[in-house]
């Protein structure tokens, strides 16, 4: 996998004040709103359960309108809200498990909605379309100051050093491609749980535009924006297609994108509202608990199946030192989905790993090719995979899981092996993030204008020794033969 590869850690994070705000019930779709949905996707939700969306409480968290030195800020941005989880997070509370919004302007009620035109943008991670777009994609991804995380003296690096990491897994990477069809289907699902939101979102009277925002491939989030601009949008709601937030993903997404409004004087005055993480909602965990429930079933002997949750990694010192709430979402995921299949009668045993690291620093742990091997010589017979972290089909989940990780399974000796598809375009999950939208419109406003730099003064004597050696690292990574070798190849 190569979504992520990073060798430095990320600023702390602290200091957020407590303030909740509940969200009024949510009445199930109807089935007149379950055939809207149904229609726009190529996928079968037979047996599944509406969902029936409860009060709950959720967290505000705000972009500060100083940059004054010493703020706690993540990629330029100022944290100022609180996260409801299970279990205390000793000085580390860094993500919202509801809505980001922008102080600036007043907060109109939801009542207005229909006289406004509103805009959805899905933030997802993108994929490359053919065995030639690997290469640049990989640039892409690893030209991200929030994937490979350099010091501000050492990022003149970021983009030679993008340039040679991609070619040098380029190859690997087109062979997992090849397997899979030639390309990502990322794209093509993400345009159709789009058109499928948009059609729920008008069966509950919420007439929008829904808009795809890729990270690192077409349509790029530049693209994205100038056509909400050029379509005279006059109120966003940003959903990040990742049900936990990451500074890797929804963090990265969200730091390109508050630039680019920044700096137009139209879109700094657009009001918006950001959802940071939805892994919480009762409408999500109901519609993986029905997947799971239902793949159960397929095994001979349901109630000897071991649960393996697999979820993409990221390395520790995010989590560890950045404050990335990422692992912990990720277990209260985990707690709240088994909570809900225990609360059907289903009490198999569950396990949860981390999979796709790359690169030489340590990654969240456990790793899911290690824990494989491990069930196989403990003598697990029968294996229920399910990709928590993913709504839509890609290479993690067709190649890495269903290819290589299965056979790996096989070969430790477990006989049975099943998977859980991602959710895709799900009726009651689509179902839940409309109601997801149409919450978080009240809170939109508009963005700060503020600068979000967060660069301390520069040391004469580090900048120059930090120069000197990072010219010297970039000689030699240039020289190496492996570099020398793919570069010849790529040429």
């Not at 692992?327 to 995921?333: A, G, I, L, V, Y």
């Not at 091997?373 to 190649?399: C, D, M």
Request: hydrophobic content about 40%; overall charge negative.
């Amino acid at each position: 996998m190569d979504a992520i590869a990073s060798s430095q850690i990320l600023p702390q994070l602290k200091g957020f004040d407590r303030s909740n705000f509940s969200l009024s019930n949510r009445q199930s779709m109807s089935s007149s709103r379950s055939t809207l949905v149904m229609k726009s996707c190529n996928q079968s939700n037979d047996g599944e359960h509406a969902s029936e969306v409860s009060t709950r409480k959720v967290s505000a968290l705000s972009f500060s309108s100083s940059a004054e030195k010493g703020n706690n800020m993540l990629g330029g941005l100022e944290l100022n809200g609180s996260i409801l989880a299970a279990k205390p997070l000793v000085g580390k509370v860094f993500s919202s498990a509801g809505s980001c919004t922008y102080p600036g302007s007043s907060i109109e009620s939801h009542s207005h909605a229909a006289e406004e035109k509103i805009g959805v943008l899905l933030l997802n991670l993108g994929g490359p379309d053919t065995l030639q777009d690997v290469q640049p994609f990989l640039f892409n991804l690893f030209a991200d100051p929030d994937i490979i995380r350099l010091p501000r003296l050492f990022r003149f690096l970021q983009r030679p050093l993008a340039q040679l990491i991609s070619v040098v897994r380029a190859p690997k990477s087109q062979e997992g491609y090849a397997a899979i069809g030639g390309g990502s289907p990322l794209r093509k699902i993400t345009d159709e749980q789009a058109n499928a939101l948009k059609l729920e979102l008008q069966a509950k009277e919420v007439p929008v535009n829904v808009y795809v925002a890729m990270r690192y491939w077409h349509p790029f989030t530049e693209e994205a924006v100038h056509q909400i601009k050029r379509d005279g949008i006059s109120k966003l709601v940003v959903l990040p297609l990742y049900p936990q937030y990451s500074i890797s993903t929804t963090g990265s997404s969200v730091r390109v994108l508050e630039q680019m409004f920044r700096e137009d004087a139209t879109l700094s005055k657009m009001p918006v509202s950001i959802i940071q993480s939805w892994y919480q909602r009762e409408g999500y965990v109901k519609s993986m608990a029905d997947l799971i429930g239902k793949e159960l079933k397929s095994f001979s002997n349901p109630e000897e199946v071991m649960i393996f949750f697999s979820a993409h990694g990221v390395p520790v010192t995010y989590v560890e030192d950045a404050g990335d709430p990422y692992r912990d979402q990720m277990e209260e995921c985990i707690r709240l989905i088994m909570q809900e299949l225990k609360s059907r009668g289903i009490n198999n045993s569950h396990t949860l790993a981390y999979q796709s690291r790359v690169g030489p620093v340590q990654w969240l742990k456990p790793y899911t090719d290690e824990v494989l091997v491990e069930l196989g010589q403990n003598g697990v017979k029968s294996l229920l995979a399910v990709p928590v972290s993913f709504v839509s089909e890609h290479i993690e989940t067709l190649e890495e899981i269903d290819m290589e990780y299965r056979e790996l399974a096989l070969e430790s000796g477990i006989q049975n092996w099943g998977r859980v598809p991602a959710l895709g375009c799900t009726s009651s999950f689509i179902t839940d993030l409309a109601d997801a939208v149409i919450e978080a419109l009240p809170s939109a406003t508009a963005m700060s204008t503020a600068s979000t730099s967060d660069d301390g003064e520069l040391d004469p004597l580090g900048y120059i020794t930090k120069m000197f050696f990072g010219s010297v690292l970039a000689f030699f990574l240039l020289l190496s033969p492996k570099i020398k070798s793919a570069f010849r190849n790529h040429t």
